[in-house]
């Protein structure tokens, strides 16, 4: 796999709010990678810089191997960019809209664009101006993505649709994702989780950790062990357990860095005998609200 | 190019209403002027309300147009869709130069053209003039707005960009109140009367400029890098020079500019300002004022080429009293006394406490007169009728009797400025009338000596005219005209004049 997009110790300053503190980060070509984190966590502005819609005040971005400050038109016809905060040209009707941008791009495929017009139900004739904010993220992901750009950028593309619109562009977009690299922000986890094959997850301006979705379910697990004899007050726990919760006989952590066999013989070291383990798969959002509160803890 | 015209296309499409404001303005522009043209009858009725009104729309629709149409592709900001599209810098700002010059430049080039056929020019004799304009145009109303609107991201910003300067100069004016720089922030207009007159033009030029470098840079930087902070930095530092270039370059700067322009060798070596020995009676000093005592020495200008007028530009003078003191003075009236303008009295001032000093004694005056020199002086007929006649390097003239049989007047158009030459104005009586006299009138206004085909206005046409209540019929006119010729300088000396001598004290009260 190549890298599609790089992040190079890249820092943003807005006066003195850091936003980004030397952020690295890659997404691999092909994948669907979901940039997730809270709000104020910097995604928008990472995502401003690979677009060159902002400058660093630090650091370079890449897309294609080439430095985000000298994208070319040539480049932007590779990449298919929605933002729920993008401003649209509010006179424009749909179809006008779509037939506008399409002398911009010599991919242009007119069924395509036909069909993603069906596909979302948008009215042709009535203008931007007059869409409901689903039919306006819905135009837009139509004009981003009826020249099969091999590059998809969402930011935030969920943000405020209901259910119903949003498993529309989900598909939309999905349908595009074997032949492209996704890249999609958001701050709800459960949105994103279905379906990305990556996860980046930044707070504070920093990535906290960035790997393979099934990796990262892998190796969180939610562990409960019902011991024989009381826990002593003073047991010290391994740091890679989190959201520690005992009570007189049970303990409940979750596992970072589960594997079956080294995790079990750890609590045998720990506890010596026991009387039950049960271990659970955890949900991505299980998972990040334990290291949130990790992380607030260490804080 | 391509794209281009496809961006242009877009911008008409959403703007039509806009651009049909825009050219409806043109169109009452035009025909206002036309019917302006075409009812010389009695020029006394120069300019109308209507007329007046429309020059102030023109800037106010052309500067919404630029608004919205730059901001339809807003630079500034980093939400606008069009920033991660396709869009090639070179087509975009080719496609806002293409709409901008269709919808204003165009429409006003052929404004001008059909308004100059309305007044009898002939648009192949004026066409410098014609392109002139246009460039001036481009620089003063339209590239700062356009520079402008690079820069912010909608009209209240745009708004609040061209508000400050107005509020910057007006706080500058309160104390600087003699500066030209409100002319060009004016309108720069005819209708403003905020033409440069005299060397002023050097001053406007600068600040053309300084525009054009700012504007040109402003456009290539933000249209190829949006980079808002960089270019908004250099739109102040623009605006900042400008009012700087305004107040910092000097009479005497504008002055040496002007005479190394002048190309035309005149034999200047016998000429030198002297006291006037004729007049020299007339040298006097009186009281003016509380603490100000007035002072009138005759002049006069000697050893001059024949055959030439002369006008003074400036003067300034230096009083030393014999202890070395001295006191400068700038302000000055003058007083021709006879021998077109080669006689003259300079009136200045000195304060009451100097005077005090050295009207016992001597004072010396040292000064330094600047002159214009008309030469070249060419005569045309004008007949009274309605056929207006071509007169060289002036425009088209034409005599008529007054609509109301009062009298007479000769009435002379000049394309995009005013002739930069001294234009006398003949009435010739009739043969048949024994008294045979000679009724003529010399243009007094002050012209730009701008080397420069167009001075900026939105009215392609000035005129000048004289207006003869005389009763005696006249059989034609003529037109007389003389082009400065040369800008010189010319200092003098006067020693030994001896205030307490020539003091006129104050009438007394006699009951």
């Known amino acids: 796999m190549t890298d599609i997009l790089r992040t190079n110790d890249l820092s943003k300053r807005f006066r003195k709010t850091v936003v980004l503190n030397h952020l690295n980060m890659i997404v691999p070509e092909h994948s669907i990678y979901g940039l997730v984190g809270p709000n104020g966590a910097g995604k928008t502005t990472t995502i401003k810089i690979l677009m060159n819609a902002l400058r660093p005040t630090e650091g370079t971005t890449e897309i294609f191997g080439h430095d985000s400050r000298r994208l070319s038109p040539q480049d932007f016809m590779q990449i298919g960019y929605v933002s729920e905060n993008q401003q649209m040209p509010e006179w424009m009707t749909v179809e006008y809209f779509m037939n506008y941008l399409k002398p911009f791009y010599p991919n242009w495929d007119v069924a395509r664009a036909e069909e993603l017009l069906r596909l979302f139900e948008l009215p042709r004739d009535r203008k931007i101006r007059d869409l409901s904010r689903g039919m306006r993220m819905k135009a837009a992901l139509a004009s981003s993505l009826a020249y099969r750009p091999p590059l998809i950028v969402l930011d935030e593309p969920f943000t405020g649709l209901d259910p119903l619109v949003r498993d529309e562009l989900i598909e939309g977009v999905l349908e595009c994702a074997d032949r492209a690299t996704i890249l999609i922000s958001s701050h709800d986890l459960s949105e994103i989780e279905s379906f990305a094959s990556h996860i980046g997850y930044l707070d504070r301006g920093r990535l906290q950790f960035s790997e393979e979705m099934s990796s990262l379910t892998d190796r969180f697990r939610e562990i409960e062990v019902t011991l024989t004899n009381p826990l002593p007050s003073a047991q010290s726990l391994p740091p890679a357990w989190l959201s520690t919760e005992q009570s007189e006989t049970v303990l409940r952590f979750v596992d970072s860095h589960f594997q079956q066999e080294r995790t079990m013989a750890e609590v045998y070291r720990l506890f010596g005998t026991v009387h039950q383990i049960s271990v659970h798969p955890m949900p991505l959002r299980a998972i990040f609200i334990a290291l949130a509160k990790a992380r607030r803890k260490a804080a | ?511």
């Open chain 2, 1 to 511: 190019m391509r794209q281009a015209l496809h961006i242009f296309k877009k911008d008409v499409r959403h703007f039509r209403f806009e651009i049909a404001i825009a050219i409806s303005v043109v169109v009452a522009f035009t025909i206002i002027e036309m019917r302006h043209a075409l009812s010389v009858a009695d020029p006394v009725t120069i300019r109308t309300g209507a007329s007046t009104l429309v020059l102030f729309l023109l800037p106010l629709v052309w500067w919404t147009l630029i608004a919205r149409v730059v901001h339809d592709e807003a630079l500034a900001g980093n939400r606008q869709f069009w920033i991660t599209r396709p869009y090639s810098w070179r087509s975009l700002l080719g496609a806002k130069v293409l709409f901008i010059f269709a919808f204003i430049n165009l429409p006003m080039l052929v404004a001008d053209m059909v308004i100059l056929r309305a007044y009898g020019f002939s648009l192949g004799a004026e066409l410098p003039g014609l392109l002139w304009s246009q460039v001036l145009l481009t620089i003063v109303y339209l590239l700062p707005i356009i520079a402008l609107a690079a820069v912010t991201t909608g009209f209240v910003q745009l708004s609040f960009a061209i508000l400050m300067p107005f509020v910057i100069v007006l706080i500058f004016a309160m104390f600087q109140p003699g500066v030209v720089l409100l002319r060009p922030v004016f309108f720069l207009g005819r209708f403003a009367g905020g033409i440069p007159v005299g060397y002023e033009w050097v001053k406007s030029y600068f600040a053309f400029i300084v525009i054009t470098a700012c504007a040109s840079v402003i456009l290539f930087w933000q249209y190829s890098r949006r980079g808002t902070t960089v270019a908004r930095c250099l739109a102040a530092a623009g605006g900042i020079l400008v009012v700087l270039g305004f107040t910092l370059i000097s009479w005497n700067a504008a002055f040496k500019i002007q005479n190394w322009l002048s190309k035309e060798q005149v034999d200047l070596s016998s000429a030198r300002v002297a006291p006037d020995s004729i007049n020299e009676g007339l040298s006097r000093f009186f009281r003016q004022g509380e603490d100000s005592v007035g002072a009138e020495i005759p002049l006069q200008i000697m050893g001059l080429p024949p055959n030439m007028r002369v006008r003074v530009e400036k003067l300034s003078v230096d009083f030393q009293s014999p202890d070395g003191s001295v006191w400068k003075t700038d302000g000055y009236s003058l007083r021709n006394v006879g021998d077109a303008d080669q006689r003259l009295i300079v009136r200045t001032g000195l304060s009451g406490g100097s005077y005090k000093k050295v009207k016992d004694g001597s004072l010396e005056v040292r000064g330094s007169l600047y002159l214009t020199l008309f030469g070249h002086r060419q005569t045309t007929g004008v007949p009274f009728g309605d056929r207006p006649v071509v007169v060289p390097r002036i425009g088209v003239c034409s005599a008529r009797e007054s609509v109301y049989r009062r009298g007479y007047f000769l009435i002379c158009s000049s394309a995009f400025r005013s002739p930069a030459a001294v234009v006398t104005y003949h009435f010739i009586p009739s043969p048949a009338d024994t008294a045979g006299q000679d009724w003529s009138s010399v243009q007094r206004q002050m012209n730009s000596y701008s080397p420069f085909p167009a001075d900026l206005g939105l009215s392609p046409v000035s005129q000048d005219f004289k207006l003869s209540s005389n009763r005696v019929p006249a059989d034609h006119g003529l037109v007389e005209r003389m082009e400065p010729v040369a800008h010189i300088r010319l200092d003098f000396d006067i020693t030994n004049l001896r205030p307490g001598n020539a003091y006129i004290p104050p009438p007394t009260n006699s009951h």
